[in-house]
């Protein structure tokens, strides 16, 4: 893949909170070179549904998008994502029309309806001490790239199956299966699609590992100061933002990612991790990064 194969970065912090519109979304871009990265449509709250659709058709072209989700669940450790069940599905794309036919009726791309589903529910740390006699007790179960590529990078991956605790991340990635199965064929998703010569692609990303690249630890990912996101930017090539004081780690999150993303992008080894195999690609897929 050519070096200057995408010509804008994009990074999307994203939310998996009740309600239509959330603070917890944010959006930035930067292109090629070392200008800021900058907010886009600063002020504005974004639907999940306002994502997907500016990311079909309002970002620009040639555009590397990450979407901080988790894009599928745990599959190669126990050969189906609910073991026991005839219906499981069998890959992603399976998975993500699942999670959208059983969530339909949901608001807003919510999916409390698919984890209420009998068979489902037993995989499940719930809210309410309810926990599935299949969940498998401790953090729960891992994906490949969970186990092997975060854990290697220092980050503390936890189990999407685990929708209970401030560090879970369940909720969010089942809105966001919603998201990708509405851009499925409209736009490359990686690495259930490959990357394609022309185009924009969507990619998972982990903001974590994108405050590792830029000297932060992940105990310290979080930057909630203009002076820190300041440093970190330098650190990743990229001229700061301007502001002073304190800045909201959403936006910090996603404007560290879209400088990290045109950094990142001209690594051939991040698009073709040794323990990515087709089958994980297909059913699990990968965290951008994470090798």
């Given at each position: 893949?050519?070096?200057?194969?995408?010509?804008?970065?994009?990074?999307?912090?994203?939310?998996?909170?009740?309600g239509?519109?959330?603070?917890?979304?944010?959006?930035?871009?930067?292109?090629?070179?070392?200008?800021?990265?900058?907010?886009?449509?600063?002020?504005?709250?974004?639907?999940?549904?306002?994502?997907?659709?500016?990311?079909?058709?309002?970002?620009?072209?040639?555009?590397?998008?990450?979407?901080?989700?988790?894009g599928?669940?745990?599959?190669?450790?126990?050969g189906?994502?609910?073991?026991?069940?005839?219906?499981?599905?069998?890959?992603?794309?399976?998975?993500?029309?699942?999670?959208?036919?059983?969530?339909?009726?949901?608001?807003?791309?919510?999916?409390?309806s698919?984890?209420?589903?009998?068979?489902?529910?037993?995989?499940?740390?719930?809210?309410?001490?309810?926990?599935g006699?299949?969940?498998?007790?401790?953090?729960?179960?891992?994906?490949?790239?969970?186990?092997?590529?975060?854990?290697a990078?220092?980050?503390r991956?936890?189990?999407?199956?685990?929708?209970?605790?401030?560090?879970?991340?369940?909720?969010?990635?089942?809105?966001?299966?919603?998201?990708?199965?509405?851009?499925?064929?409209?736009?490359?998703?990686?690495?259930?699609?490959?990357?394609?010569?022309?185009?924009?692609?969507?990619?998972?990303?982990?903001?974590?590992?994108?405050?590792?690249?830029?000297?932060?630890?992940?105990?310290?990912?979080?930057?909630?100061?203009?002076?820190?996101?300041?440093?970190?930017?330098?650190?990743?090539?990229?001229?700061?933002?301007?502001?002073?004081?304190?800045?909201?780690?959403?936006?910090?999150?996603?404007?560290?990612?879209?400088?990290?993303?045109?950094?990142?992008?001209?690594?051939?080894?991040?698009?073709?991790?040794?323990?990515?195999?087709?089958?994980?690609?297909?059913?699990?897929?990968w965290?951008?990064?994470?090798?």
């Amino acid at each position: 893949m050519r070096p200057d194969r995408f010509r804008h970065f994009a990074a999307i912090d994203w939310s998996g909170a009740v309600g239509e519109r959330h603070a917890g979304i944010a959006v930035a871009i930067c292109g090629q070179g070392d200008a800021p990265p900058r907010i886009v449509r600063p002020g504005h709250r974004w639907s999940r549904q306002e994502v997907a659709d500016w990311i079909a058709r309002g970002m620009p072209e040639d555009t590397l998008v990450g979407l901080d989700i988790s894009g599928s669940l745990a599959f190669a450790d126990r050969g189906a994502y609910f073991p026991g069940w005839a219906e499981s599905p069998v890959d992603a794309r399976a998975l993500w029309a699942l999670v959208e036919g059983l969530s339909a009726a949901d608001p807003h791309l919510a999916a409390g309806s698919f984890v209420d589903h009998p068979e489902i529910a037993r995989h499940y740390r719930r809210h309410g001490a309810r926990e599935g006699d299949l969940f498998g007790g401790g953090i729960g179960r891992l994906r490949v790239t969970e186990r092997v590529g975060q854990t290697a990078l220092g980050c503390r991956p936890t189990s999407n199956f685990n929708l209970v605790g401030a560090s879970q991340v369940g909720k969010a990635s089942l809105t966001g299966m919603r998201v990708l199965h509405r851009l499925n064929g409209a736009v490359a998703l990686w690495p259930f699609d490959p990357v394609p010569p022309h185009g924009s692609v969507v990619v998972e990303i982990y903001t974590t590992i994108a405050a590792l690249a830029a000297g932060r630890t992940a105990g310290r990912s979080k930057i909630r100061r203009f002076a820190d996101l300041a440093a970190a930017l330098r650190a990743l090539d990229s001229r700061p933002v301007r502001g002073s004081g304190p800045i909201d780690d959403h936006r910090a999150d996603a404007l560290l990612a879209a400088a990290w993303l045109r950094t990142a992008a001209r690594r051939p080894e991040l698009w073709s991790p040794a323990a990515m195999t087709d089958a994980i690609a297909r059913t699990e897929g990968w965290t951008f990064g994470a090798i």
